[in-house]
């Protein structure tokens, strides 16, 4: 079963071809990275108007990478929510237009399953995992624990109280005037300096919960920097980095070495962009060791926001005949109980 993908709910226009959802067989991203730079970060309009410009020509380019044609496909798949309103509604009305012209069946995506469906993606260097497991999920709009059934249904377990793990990033990366986007270079930074020089808060380390809070520690580098200043100090950049990704990580590994132990998981994935910093999949296989249990993550070009995560996430919906109609829409805030109950919010 071929999934035509789209997505574009930030800042990359992506589509892609997936077989059985797991072979990718072509996609293409046009990344706006550069154009936003400039601005420090996403400007929402800006991004809207770039996937109009770009949609056409990757969803032409990842099907001739594919070898197929319309008539090779089972269904076209799309992002619909979260994320930024405009641009979901370029994916969406694309969609609905492919649809429209080739009878192909459409598929609505939660942006967040299809971080989590990176993981069932077959490459080269990593088999493909198959539920049920126990994920993470850390981005820059999400942080939370999820538990992921045969039938990729998910549970949600907990997750942040205010900023995701990946908005930390980005709010300290700007604290330190680090070049956007932000959440790479910390980690670069990071893996130069002393994580010991700086003690920050772990944001509800010893809670009993499964929730996250990372407002404490942006809030905790801003003091730091403060006093330093204050005091005529040069900023000691890569000891800051190195002390707050610590603080980020062993939040984030402690958590979910705590719901694998609740909830009995012997296989964990951690997906979304925060997903690619070095030091976190350090920590997570050293943790998944002591544990005895399996951790996976997708290659770094999977872990950000690409069309062939959505086939994967379409696919089980596909397979059993679960299909959108032509009045889908677009959803800045879609949460995943939404999306699968098919009780989209009101517009």
Not at 228 to 257: H, M, N, W, Y
Request: charged share 20%.
């Amino acid at each position: 079963m071929n999934i035509l993908a789209i997505e574009t709910s930030c800042d990359e226009t992506s589509a892609a071809v997936v077989a059985d959802g797991a072979r990718v067989l072509g996609q293409v991203t046009a990344s706006q990275m550069e154009i936003h730079r400039q601005f420090g970060g996403v400007v929402p309009e800006v991004a809207s108007r770039r996937h109009v410009e770009a949609i056409t020509r990757v969803v032409d380019t990842a099907l001739g990478q594919a070898g197929v044609g319309f008539s090779d496909l089972a269904a076209i798949a799309v992002t619909m929510g979260p994320g930024l309103l405009g641009a979901l509604l370029v994916g969406v009305t694309a969609a609905k237009a492919y649809s429209l012209a080739t009878g192909l069946p459409i598929v609505g995506v939660h942006h967040i399953a299809g971080h989590v469906a990176a993981a069932m993606l077959e490459e080269p260097d990593r088999p493909a995992v198959r539920p049920p497991f126990l994920c993470l999920v850390a981005s820059g709009g999400h942080t939370e624990l999820y538990e992921v059934d045969a039938s990729f249904r998910f549970t949600r377990l907990g997750g942040t109280r205010d900023d995701a793990a990946g908005e930390a990033y980005d709010k300290v990366a700007r604290l330190l005037g680090l070049a956007y986007p932000g959440g790479p270079e910390v980690d670069r930074l990071a893996r130069q300096g002393d994580p010991a020089r700086f003690s920050f808060p772990r944001g509800l380390l010893d809670d009993p919960s499964l929730d996250f809070s990372f407002s404490g520690m942006k809030t905790a580098v801003l003091v730091a920097l403060d006093k330093i200043k204050r005091q005529g100090q040069a900023v000691p950049v890569e000891d800051v980095c190195a002390s707050f990704q610590a603080a980020v990580i062993e939040v984030l590994v402690e958590k979910t070495r705590r719901a694998a132990r609740m909830t009995g998981h012997r296989t964990v994935v951690v997906a979304g962009g925060v997903a690619a910093n070095r030091g976190l999949r350090a920590s997570m296989r050293a943790m998944a060791a002591e544990e005895g249990i399996d951790v996976h993550f997708p290659s770094p070009d999977l872990c950000t926001d690409n069309a062939a995560m959505i086939a994967a996430a379409a696919y089980p919906c596909a397979r059993e005949g679960r299909f959108d109609t032509l009045e889908l829409g677009a959803y800045a805030d879609l949460t995943l109980d939404e999306w699968q109950s098919g009780r989209y919010p009101v517009d």
